[in-house]
C-alpha cells in the first residue's frame, strides 16, 4: 500500500455517518470482548479452585515489574499515528519501528536485571517466571505494525478476531498447566501464549506489512516524551496500592487484594475497554472533521451510561460474584469487591478523559493532571499509611481516592477542553438516579431464588431491564440535555435499522 492510498483510503470512513461508524466498531469490539470475557471467566473459574491466592499473589507481583517497566517506555506511537490528520506509509513503518526498538531494549534489559529486582523484592524464587514474562513487550511490539492503521480507520474487527484467538490459545494453555502442576507458572505461560498467539495471526490473516525504516522518528519521539512521563505517572498512581500490599501484607493477601481489585476493573478493562480504542479513533476522527466537541459529548455520555448501572451492580453482588467465580476460600476477600467497585466508573472516566484530550493534542495537560493526581495519592497515603493495616482498610482508602478521582477528571476536562460542567453533570445525574431505580429492583430480586447461578442471572436480567426502561422513559421529560436526547434517539434508531437488516 502507497503513502497515497493511506491518506485516500479513509475517504471511505469519512463518507459513513458518525453514529453508524461508532456502533459498528464498538460492535466488533465490544463481541470480541464479551467472548474473551465469557471465555475468560470460565479460566479464573478454574484457576482459582486449582490455584491459591499466594499463587495469584506471586504473579501479582511478576506483572507488577513487567507494567511498571513497559509503560516507561510507551511512546504512545499509536495515538501519535491516529490522531494525525494526514497519513503515510513511510510514517506508519516509523512508529512500528521506533516501539519495536525500544520494546526489544527494555526486554533485553529485564533480563539482564531479573536477579537484582527479584534479590530486592526478596522473592528470589521467582528468578526464571520474571526472566520468562520478560520477553512480553517484545512480543506485543512485533505484532503486524498494520494493525494501527486499522485502528486510525475504525476498522476494528480484523483487532477483535486476534484478541479471541489469543484468549482461547491462553486460556487453554493456562487451564491445562494448572490442572497439571497447580502453581503460578499456568498463569505466566497463559499470558505469553495469549500474546504470542495474537501475534502470529497478525500475519496470517493481514497481508498488508510494514518495514523497518530509519527515518521520521523526530516527531512521534517529540508527541512521545509528554506522554511517556504520563504512562509512568499514571501507571503509579494506579498501582501504589498494590506496590503498597505487596511491601507489607502476606502473598496470600496480595493475591487476595490484587484478584478481587482485578473483578473490580473487570467492567472497565474488558468490557468498556475494548471501546476506547473505537472512542480514541472517534474523537480524533471528529477533530479532524471538525466535530469534537460533539463527539466527546458523545462519548462521555456512552461511558456513563455504560459505567454507572456495572459499579452499582458490582457493589450489590459483590459476594454471589466472588462466590461463582472465586469459590469458597476467596469469601473472605467479597467486601474488598463492594468496596472497589466504583473503580469500574473512575478508571473508565479518567481513561476517557485522558483520550479525549489526547485525541485533540493536549498531551502536556493529561501529564499534569496525572502528576497531580498522583502527588495528592502519595500525600494521601503518607499521612494514612499507619492504618492500612489489612486489605479491607486499603480497598476502603482506594475507594475513596477513586471518587475523588472521578470528580476530578470531569472537571479537568471541563476547565481545559471549555466543555460546558452543567451538561456532564446534568448528564451524571439522570443516569445515576435510573442506576438508583435499577438497584431498588434488584433488591426486590435478590430473594427469589437459592441458586447462586440462577439468582445472579435474574438479579442482572431484572437491573439491565428496568435500568434501559428508566432510561427510555427519562427521554420522555426534559431531563436531559437536548443534544444527549438527540444522541439517544440516534443510537436507538442505528441500532433498530440494523437488527431490521439482518432480520430481511
Not at 27 to 42: E, P, Y
Request: charged share 15%; glycine share 4%.
Amino acid at each position: 500500500m502507497t503513502s497515497q492510498n493511506l491518506v485516500l483510503g479513509s475517504r471511505t470512513v469519512f463518507q459513513m455517518r458518525g453514529d453508524n461508524l461508532l456502533l459498528k466498531s464498538s460492535t466488533w469490539v465490544l463481541g470480541a470482548a464479551w467472548f474473551n470475557r465469557a471465555l475468560g471467566f470460565l479460566s479464573v473459574f478454574l484457576l482459582a479452585r486449582l490455584l491459591t491466592p499466594t499463587d495469584f499473589g506471586a504473579f501479582a507481583v511478576l506483572l507488577l515489574v513487567i507494567q511498571a517497566t513497559s509503560v516507561f517506555t510507551d511512546i504512545g506511537v499509536d495515538q501519535y499515528y491516529i490522531q494525525k490528520l494526514k497519513v503515510s506509509k513511510e510514517e506508519l513503518c516509523a512508529c512500528w519501528t521506533l516501539n519495536f526498538g525500544i520494546k526489544t531494549s527494555l526486554t533485553i534489559l529485564l533480563v539482564c536485571l531479573a536477579p537484582f529486582v527479584v534479590t530486592l523484592l526478596e522473592r528470589e524464587d521467582l528468578l526464571l517466571p520474571l526472566i520468562t514474562l520478560s520477553f512480553l513487550p517484545l512480543v506485543n511490539a512485533a505484532n503486524n505494525g498494520f494493525i494501527i492503521h486499522l485502528k486510525r480507520e475504525m476498522s476494528f474487527h480484523y483487532f477483535a478476531k486476534f484478541a479471541v484467538f489469543g484468549q482461547i490459545a491462553g486460556s487453554v494453555i493456562s487451564i491445562t498447566i494448572a490442572y497439571f502442576y497447580a502453581n503460578y507458572w499456568a498463569l505466566v505461560m497463559g499470558m505469553l501464549t495469549n500474546a504470542v498467539t495474537q501475534c502470529c495471526v497478525s500475519y496470517i490473516f493481514l497481508k498488508e506489512r510494514t518495514t523497518f525504516t530509519f527515518i521520521h522518528f523526530r516527531k512521534p519521539l517529540h508527541f512521545g516524551k509528554w506522554l511517556l512521563l504520563r504512562n509512568g505517572v499514571a501507571h503509579i498512581r494506579a498501582k501504589f496500592d498494590v506496590w503498597f500490599a505487596a511491601s507489607i501484607f502476606s502473598l496470600s493477601n496480595v493475591g487476595g487484594y490484587n484478584t478481587l481489585k482485578d473483578i473490580a476493573m473487570l467492567p472497565s478493562r474488558e468490557l468498556v475497554g475494548p471501546l476506547f480504542q473505537v472512542f480514541f479513533s472517534f474523537m480524533s476522527m471528529g477533530n479532524r472533521q471538525e466535530k469534537g466537541f460533539d463527539r466527546i459529548y458523545a462519548t462521555c455520555f456512552v461511558v456513563l451510561l455504560l459505567c454507572i448501572p456495572m459499579t452499582i451492580g458490582l457493589f450489590l453482588l459483590s459476594k454471589d460474584i466472588t462466590l461463582l467465580l472465586l469459590g469458597e476460600q476467596w469469601v473472605v476477600y467479597a467486601p474488598i469487591l463492594a468496596t472497589l467497585a466504583i473503580l469500574t466508573l473512575s478508571a473508565t472516566t479518567g481513561d476517557f478523559v485522558s483520550d479525549a484530550l489526547l485525541s485533540r493534542g493536549l498531551v502536556k495537560h493529561v501529564f499534569f493532571y496525572d502528576l497531580i493526581t498522583l502527588c495528592v495519592a502519595l500525600i494521601s497515603l503518607y499521612f494514612t499509611y499507619q492504618f492500612l493495616t489489612d486489605p479491607d482498610s486499603l480497598a476502603i482508602f482506594r475507594a475513596l481516592f477513586s471518587v475523588f478521582m472521578f470528580l476530578s477528571s470531569l472537571a479537568w476536562l471541563s476547565v481545559v477542553v471549555k466543555m460546558s460542567a452543567k451538561r456532564l453533570i446534568r448528564m451524571f445525574c439522570i443516569i445515576f438516579i435510573c442506576g438508583i431505580v435499577m438497584s431498588f429492583f434488584i433488591f426486590l430480586a435478590y430473594s427469589t431464588f437459592n441458586n447462586l447461578i440462577v439468582r445472579i442471572l435474574f438479579t442482572s436480567i431484572v437491573g439491565a431491564t428496568t435500568y434501559f426502561i428508566s432510561i427510555f422513559l427519562a427521554t420522555f421529560f426534559p431531563l436531559f440535555s437536548p443534544e444527549d436526547r438527540k444522541l439517544l434517539n440516534q443510537v436507538a434508531f442505528s441500532i433498530k435499522n440494523k437488527m431490521n437488516s439482518k432480520a430481511l
